[in-house]
């Protein structure tokens, strides 16, 4: 059963960073491609940045290109998004998301079969 658990989220102000942490668990190979979502009250989940199974492709919403990086430690079997110059509208549930199905990153939701529970993250201006 595949398992993807987030954690790292929190409250920060404005300008300050946070690394959030997803640990994937399950999977029968390591070609997976893991990306990072998060919906804010009262909108849609939106992708935030997302990475290949072999770390050689990242791709960037550009409301985080310049301030997040995505990461992954196959070996440990997790990805890491460390988000600096939080802002306000930074804030929301950060979602890791996975799939077995494909090595590239997709920008989709719908391309992501299993989900983590979410973590919090409030940027407080």
């Not at 994937?24 to 990306?35: H, R, V, W």
């Not at 939106?46 to 990242?58: F, G, I, K, N, P």
């Not at 890791?96 to 201006?125: F, I, M, N």
Request: glycine content about 12%; proline content about 3%.
């Amino acid at each position: 059963e595949v398992q993807l658990v987030e954690f790292g989220g929190g409250s920060v102000q404005a300008g300050g960073s946070l690394t959030l942490s997803c640990t994937a668990s399950g999977f029968t190979s390591g070609d997976y491609a893991i990306g990072w979502f998060r919906q804010a009250p009262g909108k849609e989940r939106e992708r935030v940045s997302c990475v290949s199974s072999a770390d050689s492709t990242r791709y960037y919403s550009d409301s985080v290109k310049g301030r997040f990086t995505i990461s992954r430690d196959n070996a440990k079997r997790m990805v890491f998004l460390q988000m600096d110059s939080l802002k306000p509208e930074d804030t929301g549930v950060y979602y890791c998301a996975g799939t077995g199905r494909r090595v590239l990153p997709s920008p989709h939701l719908k391309d992501y079969e299993y989900w983590g529970q979410g973590t919090q993250v409030t940027v407080s201006s």
